[in-house]
T-cell receptor, first 114, second 108 residues
Framework: GAGVSQSPSNKVTEKGKDVELRCDPISGHTALYWYRQSLGQGLEFLIYFQGNSAPDKSGLPSDRFSAERTGGSVSTLTIQRTQQEDSAVYLC????????????FGSGTRLTVV | GQNIDQPTEMTATEGAIVQINCTYQTSGFNGLFWYQQHAGEAPTFLSYNVLDGLEEKGRFSSFLSRSKGYSYLLLKELQMKDSASYLCALYNFNKFYFGSGTKLNVKP
């Protein structure tokens, strides 16, 4: 596609439920990144994919968070047993290669845990 | 951590020049980047510095001094559409470390 597409754009979920956030990167971009932006905070790195493998998942806050990427394309970020502190905007970005500084960000998924 | 600091909010007048500062504490990084983010939208790339000095891109310029741990983004001929948050970020080892951003309000 022309840009990085994320769905849903907004998600309200009850505490304790599982959620899945989807990212569709720019076609041909081999590197894919997930960041989280909490209210009043800077963007926080979560995980990075090169192809289908995740060389760096150091930013995942807990074992409730997981992500996968299939076919070198679409990625899904899953949060299990959501907590209120998980409420944030989850941003996905892609770049042509892992050394390409030219990230393109998606518009994000705003997650609200009630 | 990278300890990236930016002012939380700034106000400037349409047509004026504004400088947004960013300081950091880190031993090394590949480059320092500036992104613009309008409310509810994706961050978009503005400028970056790998070496010390000034990089100019139209109305936007960015400066880096690695020895001083300091960068700034300079916006000239401010327009109302420049009202947004400006994010300073260090790039190292395949990821960005972002500051909390500076919200710029441009007034008529």
């Amino acid at each position: 596609g022309a840009g990085v597409s994320q769905s849903p754009s907004n998600k309200v979920t009850e505490k304790g439920k599982d959620v899945e956030l989807r990212c569709d990167p720019i076609s041909g971009h081999t590197a894919l990144y997930w960041y989280r932006q909490s209210l009043g905070q800077g963007l926080e790195f979560l995980i990075y994919f090169q192809g289908n493998s995740a060389p760096d998942k150091s930013g995942l806050p807990s074992d409730r968070f997981s992500a996968e990427r299939t076919g070198g394309s679409v990625s899904t970020l899953t949060i299990q047993r959501t907590q209120q502190e998980d409420s944030a905007v989850y941003l996905c970005a892609s770049s042509l290669t892992r050394t390409d500084y030219g990230y393109t960000f998606g518009s994000g998924t705003r997650l609200t845990v009630v | 951590g990278q300890n990236i600091d930016q002012p939380t909010e700034m106000t400037a007048t349409e047509g004026a020049i504004v400088q947004i500062n960013c300081t950091y504490q880190t031993s090394g990084f590949n480059g320092l980047f500036w992104y613009q983010q309008h409310a509810g939208e994706a961050p978009t790339f503005l400028s970056y510095n790998v070496l010390d000095g000034l990089e100019e891109k139209g109305r936007f310029s960015s400066f880096l001094s690695r020895s001083k741990g300091y960068s700034y983004l300079l916006l000239k001929e401010l327009q109302m559409k420049d009202s947004a948050s400006y994010l300073c970020a260090l790039y190292n080892f395949n990821k960005f470390y972002f500051g909390s951003g500076t919200k710029l309000n441009v007034k008529p």
